[in-house]
């Protein structure tokens, strides 16, 4: 169950990669402990060693949101 204000997630399997859309209201969140590497620049580095990319930042609607587009791997 997703509170008001809580990000919501949205995942599709496409054919030849996935792709993680999280998109929040824009109201922000506690931050989590530092140094916990859970950052935009620790997302980007985890998701461009599978050869993907992170794309961030707001939407229109005052919101943020955070895509992650991965290739999978082709069947041997």
Known sequence: MLL???PVPDVALLAVRVVAVVTDDGRGAAAGPPGGRRGLTAMRERVAARGGVVEAG?????GWRVRATIPLEEAS
């Open 58 to 62: 707001p939407v229109a609607d005052g």
């Open 4 to 6: 008001v204000g809580e």
